[in-house]
């Protein structure tokens, strides 16, 4: 069964730090590309960032450029979002998402897999 289960949301003031992860399963992790999406209230989706199978090229978003930094350890099937410097504007469920496309991509529309999502909350 092919799953993606993303933890470490949470609840954290503005400025403060969240690592989020999601672990991969049931396909082989590192021919895909990973990407963080999120979902604002009342919003649509929002490509954070990306990265290649490889982790040889990666993609911010322009507002999370200097403040997120997106990894991935093939070794453990998992990938990570180190997020630094919050801010109340960051506050969405936060998904890991999966394609096997031949570059990393912003196109939420291309992401063939899905996790169900973590909350992050950004407030005082």
């Known amino acids: 069964e092919v799953q993606l289960v993303e933890s470490g949301g949470g609840l954290v003031q503005p400025g403060g730090s969240l690592r989020l992860s999601c672990a991969a399963s049931?396909?082989?992790?590192?021919?895909?590309?990973m990407s963080w999406v999120r979902q604002a209230p009342g919003k649509g989706l929002e490509c954070v960032s990306a990265?290649?199978?490889?982790?040889?090229?990666?993609y911010y978003a322009e507002s999370m450029k200097g403040r997120f930094t997106i990894s991935r350890d093939n070794a453990k099937n998992t990938l990570y979002l180190q997020m630094n410097s919050l801010k109340p504007e960051d506050t969405a469920v936060y998904y890991c998402?999966?394609?096997?496309?031949?570059?990393?991509?912003?196109?939420?529309?291309?992401?063939?897999?899905w996790g169900q999502g973590t909350q992050v909350t950004v407030s005082s």
């Open positions: 998402a999966a394609d096997i496309g031949g570059y990393v991509s912003s196109n939420t529309n291309a992401y063939e897999l």
């Open positions: 049931g396909f082989t992790f590192d021919d895909y590309n």
């Open positions: 990265i290649s199978g490889n982790g040889g090229s990666t």
